[in-house]
């Protein structure tokens, strides 16, 4: 008897969890292997509540054992450290782990090089950078508020901005249940005239709307120079900050610096139409560690992360058994912004674009589905 077909996926966040899926219900005999340091999913969708309180660390933290045992997955808790042997051997700290088939979905690494970063906060390093945004708005008792994100000069494409806007518009509302919005001032900052691109011309416009609508000042088309303790310097002028919100670009992850495979310009896994890593065979890639090839718009969010989970998983497999790998998948944002008790709903493809103005339906929408979502891990 033959035995059992090796597939290996590195991370456990929405990428590799869906890969996860995506390979069981296509095969249920291959052996699968997950390698990340916990057996824990973070929801980050869900840290933008946490400043107001409608979320705590433990609704956003789902344990995986019972999903690994559902879907026959052996958990290696290690960290990655490079690979071999055209990549059929995963070097980890715990390690070697040797494979048939490998699928990459450990994220990536925000680019942390502006002078001054230490004095801001990434909102999506996780958890604990929200509950600490939380706990400096609830020692504050008044004063300039900076949210702002950049992205990678050499790949547009590798920003996570949505999630900016959020914050912005979810600090605005809870200060103003807290009956002290006034005494804050908010500022939105971007080194673009036109900040949040990848959700659409048509999205822009209305976010920059809302903006002035609620009285946030803007501060756009300035490259930033530095950030200070108590401000944001930009080559168009500096504004006093007390609390700094920063979403950098993004890159990948430094153990790819330990391997052979194809990086983008900005630093990402070169990967085709299929999310195969270019020049490599049966190692694929999926989610925020991918520079794919099509569409420059292509969003960084779970929903394309799942998009591309498909595709890797039917192509993977496809090629084991020796046939032509050639599914792709459909670029495609869909996104809620949220703002504690309204939500917008933002859909692009490449043929048309779609806005829904702000309303408490879909804010209610967006809890939904984060219940809908997790359910299958839980």
């Known amino acids: 008897m033959n035995p059992p077909t090796r597939i290996t996926i ?39 509540w946490i ?5 705590p660390r433990e609704q956003l933290i789902v344990p995986l054992a019972n999903f690994f045992k559902r879907m026959q997955v052996r958990h290696v808790a290690a960290e990655v450290t490079g690979l071999r042997d055209g990549g059929r051997v995963v ?14 979905a450990s994220g990536g690494r925000f680019i942390k090089k502006l002078p001054g970063i230490e004095h801001a906060i990434t909102p999506c390093e996780g958890i604990a950078a929200a509950e600490k945004i939380r706990d400096r708005l609830r020692a504050m008792a008044g004063g300039p508020i900076a949210v702002g994100f950049a992205g990678n000069p050499n790949e547009p494409g590798a920003v996570r901005g ?13 200060l103003k249940r807290e009956s002290r919005r006034e005494k804050f001032e908010l500022v939105f900052f971007n080194p673009s005239k036109e900040p949040g691109q990848r959700l ?33 310097v930009t080559e168009g002028g500096e504004f006093a900050a007390d609390l700094i919100l920063f979403m950098p670009g993004m890159t990948g992850n430094l153990w790819f610096d330990q391997t052979e495979l194809a990086r983008s310009p900005g630093g990402l896994l070169q990967a085709d139409a299929q999310c195969s890593v270019v020049g490599t065979q049966n190692i694929y890639v999926v989610g925020d560690s991918g520079s794919f090839s099509g569409t420059e718009w292509m969003p960084k969010q779970a929903h394309m992360a799942d998009l591309q989970a498909a595709a890797a998983a039917e192509n993977l497999l496809a090629g084991l058994r020796g046939q032509t790998p050639n599914a792709t998948f459909k670029v495609e944002l869909i996104c809620i912004i949220d703002a504690i008790d309204h939500g917008t709903v933002v859909f692009r493809n490449p043929r048309r674009q779609i806005i829904l103005p702000s309303s408490r339906l879909f804010c209610w929408a967006k809890r939904l589905f984060e219940g809908v979502y997790l359910r299958r891990y839980r």
């Open 51 to 55: 400043p107001c309180g409608l979320r």
């Open 200 to 232: 659409g011309p048509k999205a822009v416009k209305y976010l920059l709307a809302e903006m002035e609508k609620r009285g946030i000042r803007t501060h756009l088309g300035h490259k930033m120079q530095r950030f200070d303790a108590d401000r944001v």
């Open 10 to 48: 590195i991370g456990s966040g929405f990428g590799a969890l869906s890969s996860v899926l995506e390979i069981r219900r296509r095969d249920a005999n291959v052996e699968i292997t997950l390698i990340a340091p916990r057996a824990e999913l973070h929801y980050l969708s869900g840290i933008i």
């Open 91 to 104: 070097e980890t700290t715990t390690g070697e782990v040797g494979n048939d088939a490998l699928v990459i």
């Open 162 to 174: 949505g999630p900016m806007f959020e914050f912005l518009f979810g600090i605005d509302e809870q």
